[in-house]
């Protein structure tokens, strides 16, 4: 492997996290973990599923998951409901009240970015930085 590789490779993986970090600040949680608002946003990108898949999806144990769901399903931002393929089970499905906070932390955060970007980064260098995201794509693609 080239030695250029190599560097890309740590910068992004290094970068990325921090953004991430950093994005995570500007989120208002509402007293959420972040165990609480991975398994709410998963739910919302992928769709209904069980609390065995979603413990399989966010490699915990089955009863820790019982308890994330529990939580967010007391805040109304998720619901069980029958699986109508198997009656013995239950899916859990986002609801509006956790589409609508989802969509609201998401918002935060691209706001924040969004500023960051006009106030510190020149019209070239924003174009940088689209040009770039484009190449991730790629590299997140294959």
Known sequence: MSASAVRAAH?????????????RQEYDTSGLTPSQTSVLSRLDKDGDASVSELAAAERVRHQSMTSVVAVLEQRGLVVRRPDPEDGRRQLVTVTEEGRTFLADQRRAGEEWLARVCEDKLTEAERQTVLDAMALLERIYRS
């Open 11 to 23: 910068e992004i993986r290094t970068v990325v996290g921090r953004l991430r970090r950093r994005l």
